[in-house]
């Protein structure tokens, strides 16, 4: 009867014995494992650290008493194997209950010893609060920890798929979490941009962020434990978790004698023998090979190990069987977000010397007319030689592993993006379409591979005398306009074959739209009319995720909620010059007006301004600002007050980062509108008091940055409220613009086909209160370009678009040129009021001016009299219009200056 003896029983091990008494009844099968567990689940042990997973129990997938009486395998829990006697084929064991040691004879020997957590030797590494988590005892001492001392603020350290979802776990637990990771990316199985919606899932559920800093050392306060970066930050926390990654358990084979890798894993070949023919070595412990690079690689996750554990079981019961290696097929759910990847990303193939292409599409789960549908973003890699799928990342709501499971087969059996193509797939509304995202990729990669499309890569947009083409509708340009990249032309779609003439023959056309399905019929348009097209793959979409990792700083800073958020360092620079609330300004930064600079130690950046003054802030670091080759200023965010930095209009300055530094950058402009804005609410509510905390919540205002406030104002005194019923089509695509909407109550989906080809609508938005829609009724010709259909019961405001477009067109306010006010002022016929801030009237004013600042206008309006006319100013001429409203109402007479003071002809006063 042979003897099989296997060492630590859980993932590969338990596998291998069940595996083995089914292949071998007469076999005498005995686990050692040194846990008090066989056979738990450590893939649950977030879920139960966050009492999702709520008892102990429910992680124990069987125990000795079910080994012993459903396949007479003995297991021994809480026996630990000292050492292995290869010549005598013998281990020496711990019952670590008793303190007895004995020795047990094998005929073959299986080693699934797993890997540890790594515990890197900080100093204060030793102190109490301080976990790594491998197994159920681990996860009870973090459960207690938590519950002893009542744990407020955590930190967890590692952004790979342990540490995400233990912080996930840890948020459930209502405790605040900062996560540093030392790479300039969380979770390394994706591609960075692939991380933006992850990142912003942990943002969005108050995970503070810190990426590429690591962390020094640890220190036990008299109250909590302060956490030290090399970037020189101090967080405090009252427990910390260590998941940067786990070291094999392979001090065994080690001291056996047995051939180890230089990272120690153990050498075993393709039927997972070691180099001592009768021990094999399964799971986390071992060296795989990689099943596409045909490389050496480790893979420490439970699907590998459960694999070759059985792999192992059928080699040793005398099967011909071999294990084909791993491809990296993982995924990890966090919050709604679902991420997932499989083979070789670009990080992994840019180094190599494959020729491959990176395609980007962003389908819906399933078709957009069923409800509930939701965006994925999808990212296909495949050898431009034959079409070889390399590999693919997906991240979304819903839907995402299916995809990522079939590709994972696909690149199993070598399969190529024509197979993706053609491949036949689940299809019925609530599941998926027609054409399954997967199909899509793989048409896209088909027409690439035969020549019928061509893309250029977002890195090379505008290269070599490249005409950048927008075919998006003039709403969606207006909302997020592609920026940074050159001159942009702009031609609809639609009316691209009208207007072929603008474009230039002799130079390449990079083609862009949202997502890259109007982009596509654009590029294969205007090849066949003889235009050199390519196109930019997965729109806008996909750039904005390229635009989230673009910095080349070698740091970066994310929020970090409980200590240190540089947005809100931000605000408090910039919120004494505008009243925007902290919320906007995130939203700002969102939508990309906010442009972020990180710089490294060292390194600098020349700025300039173009027409318009730009405000800079710096929101941590140290920065010389330099002007003409001298030093100007110094600036520290440690200041306790923090002046901006204006660049006047084509001004440009030079600034160096003495440390790593976080500039922001707004145009004045928009915080003037913000001001504006804000202002205007307050005086329109003077009237229509039920608008005030509507308009105060709706988000982006900035659709009106265009158009005089004084119209709007008028324009919203029309406004009227409505409700309607979940399942309502607002408005429909395609139809002439009536309304805009804005939701004060409920929520919606938009949907939209593609323009010329129709087809199903695909799901492009949700919106919730606070958003609007239908900006198109705005302009003036033109159909709905979307769909809009609630989800919710709603409340909306409706502003009519004939009666917008014909206050707009008729200016209401009452302005003035320059040298209007300068020569009512001089001849005393009228008094200058400058609305600006204290800290732009001591850099330069009119002379002779008074001051109140916009905001605090109303309440200080006793201040100014009545029989006096007033001619109002500002910086470029938003504010001051706005004021004009105010007094107005008060029943002054003022008149605004229509350019402010960024472009007054004549003489300033400076200084104090
Ligand atoms: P293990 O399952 O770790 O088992 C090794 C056992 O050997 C241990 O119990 C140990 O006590 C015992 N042992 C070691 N030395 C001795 C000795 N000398 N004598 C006796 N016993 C010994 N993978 C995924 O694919 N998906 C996931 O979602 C996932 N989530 C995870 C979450 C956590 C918190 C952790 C820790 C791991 C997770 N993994 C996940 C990884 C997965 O659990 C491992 O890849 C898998 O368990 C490895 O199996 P193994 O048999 O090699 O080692």
């Not at 090979?289 to 459960?306: D, E, F, K, M, R």
């Not at 509930?372 to 590999?391: C, E, H, Q, W, Y």
């Not at 003495?658 to 004045?668: E, K, V």
Request: glycine share 8%; hydrophobic share 40%; charged share 25%.
């Amino acid at each position: 009867m042979t003897k099989i003896v296997i060492i630590g029983g859980v993932a590969g091990g338990a596998s291998c014995a069940a595996r083995l008494r089914r292949q071998d009844e007469a076999a005498q099968i005995t686990i050692f494992e040194k846990g008090p567990f066989v056979s738990f689940a450590n893939c649950g042990l977030p879920y139960y650290i966050g009492n999702v997973i709520t008892q102990e129990d429910e992680l124990l997938l069987a125990d000795p008493i079910l080994f012993e009486e459903r396949f007479r395998i003995d297991a021994r829990v809480r026996h630990e194997v000292k050492s292995i006697d290869r010549e005598n084929k013998i281990v020496t064991v711990c019952n670590l209950k008793s303190g007895e040691t004995y020795d047990e004879p094998y005929d073959q020997l299986v080693l699934s010893p797993g890997a540890t957590p790594i515990r890197p030797p900080l100093p204060g590494i030793d102190t109490p609060g301080i976990f790594t988590i491998r197994s159920v005892p681990d996860s009870n001492q973090v459960k207690s920890w938590i519950e002893m001392h009542h744990v407020d603020r955590a930190v967890v350290i590692g952004g790979g798929f342990i540490g995400l979802e233990m912080a996930e776990n840890l948020v459930h637990r209502d405790i605040k979490v900062n996560l540093i990771e030392r790479d300039r990316q969380i979770m390394p199985a994706l591609d960075r941009e692939m991380t933006k919606p992850v990142v912003e899932a942990l943002e969005k559920n108050g995970i503070g962020l810190l990426l590429g800093d690591s962390v020094t050392s640890f220190e036990q306060t008299e109250r909590d434990i302060k956490v030290s970066t090399e970037a020189g930050r101090s967080i405090h926390a009252d427990m910390v978790i260590l998941a940067i990654g786990v070291a094999p358990d392979s001090s065994l084979a080690r001291e056996a004698g047995l051939e180890l890798t230089d990272r120690g894993h153990i050498v075993v070949n393709a039927k997972l023998q070691t180099s001592d023919p009768d021990i094999y070595a399964v799971g986390d412990a071992v060296q795989v090979t990689h099943a596409i690079t045909g490389q050496p690689c480790v893979l420490p996750l439970a699907g590998p190990a459960n694999r070759q554990g059985r792999i192992a079981a059928d080699v040793i019961s005398g099967r011909e069987r071999t294990f084909r290696g791993v491809q990296g097929t993982s995924v990890c759910g966090l919050f709604d977000v679902t991420l997932a990847a499989t083979g070789m990303t670009e990080k992994q193939l840019a180094g190599s010397d494959v020729d491959y292409s990176a395609i980007y599409a962003h389908p819906n789960d399933h078709v957009g007319y069923y409800p509930g549908a939701t965006p994925i973003s999808m990212k296909l890699l495949f050898d431009n030689r034959d079409g070889r799928v390399l590999g693919a990342q997906a991240v979304g709501k819903k839907g995402v592993e299916r995809r990522i499971d079939v590709i994972a087969m696909a690149i199993q059996k070598g399969a190529t993006v024509y197979d993706l193509e053609e491949a036949e797939l689940c299809y019925a509304p609530q599941y998926g379409a027609a054409k399954d995202p997967i199909n899509i990729l793989g048409m896209i990669g088909s027409n690439i591979m035969r020549g019928d499309l061509r893309i250029t890569p977002w890195g090379d947009i505008g290269k070599e005398g490249a005409v950048v083409l927008d075919v998006r509708s003039y709403s969606e340009i207006a909302i997020s306009p592609i920026v940074d990249k050159g001159e942009v032309k702009h031609i609809p779609l639609n009316e691209l074959r009208d207007r072929l003439e603008e474009l230039n023959r002799d130079a390449p056309i990079h083609v862009s739209c949202a997502v890259g399905a109007r982009a596509n019929n654009a590029v294969r348009l205007l090849n066949h009319r003889g235009f050199n097209a390519s196109l930019l793959p997965g729109g806008t979409l996909t750039l904005a995720c390229l635009n989230y990792c673009s910095d080349d700083g070698s740091r970066t800073t994310r929020a970090a909620p409980v200590h240190f958020d540089p947005l809100v360092a931000l605000h408090e620079a910039v919120s004494p010059l505008s009243g925007l609330p902290l919320w906007l300004l995130q939203e700002i930064k969102a939508n990309g007006i906010l442009k972020e600079y990180r710089l490294g130690q060292g390194e600098s950046i020349t700025l300039k301004a173009s027409a318009i003054t730009d405000i800079l802030v710096l929101a941590n670091g140290e920065i010389d600002v330099i002007e003409l080759d001298q030093i100007s200023r110094h600036l520290s965010s440690t200041e306790s007050k923090r002046r901006p930095v204006k660049l006047s209009s084509h001004e440009s300055k030079t600034f160096y980062a003495r440390t790593p530094s976080t500039l922001y950058r707004i145009d004045q402009e928009f915080l003037d509108f913000f001001d504006s804005w804000f202002a205007m609410v307050e005086n329109l509510s003077q009237e229509r008091p039920d608008l005030k905390e509507i308009l105060s919540g709706m988000r982006r205002p900035s659709v009106f940055l265009n158009v005089p406030l004084t119209n709007v104002q008028e324009a919203l005194k029309r406004t009227r409220l409505v409700e309607a019923k979940a399942g309502e089509v607002i408005i429909r695509q395609g139809e002439k613009p009536d309304n805009f909407y804005l939701i004060v109550e409920g929520a919606a989906d938009v949907y939209q086909s593609d323009p010329i080809e129709g087809g199903e609508p695909q799901l492009v938005n949700h919106m919730e209160s606070g958003d609007h829609f239908g900006e198109d009724a705005f302009i003036i010709e033109g159909t709905r370009s979307a769909t809009v259909k609630l989800t919710r019961d709603s409340r909306l405001l409706a502003l009519d678009g004939d009666d917008f477009k014909r206050l707009i067109s008729k200016p209401l306010d009452d302005h003035v040129d320059h040298s209007t006010a300068k020569i009512q002022v001089d001849q005393g016929l009228r008094q200058l009021l400058d609305v600006r801030y204290e800290e732009e009237w001591y850099e330069e004013r009119i002379p002779g001016a008074i001051l109140i600042p916009l905001p605090e206008l109303r309440v200080r309006i006793n201040e100014l009299d009545k029989n006096q006319g007033y001619i109002i100013y500002c910086h470029a001429g938003k504010r001051s219009a706005v004021a004009d409203m105010i007094l107005k109402n008060h029943g002054f007479k003022s008149a605004w200056m229509l350019e402010g003071i960024r472009d007054w002809p004549y003489v300033v006063e400076k200084g104090l």
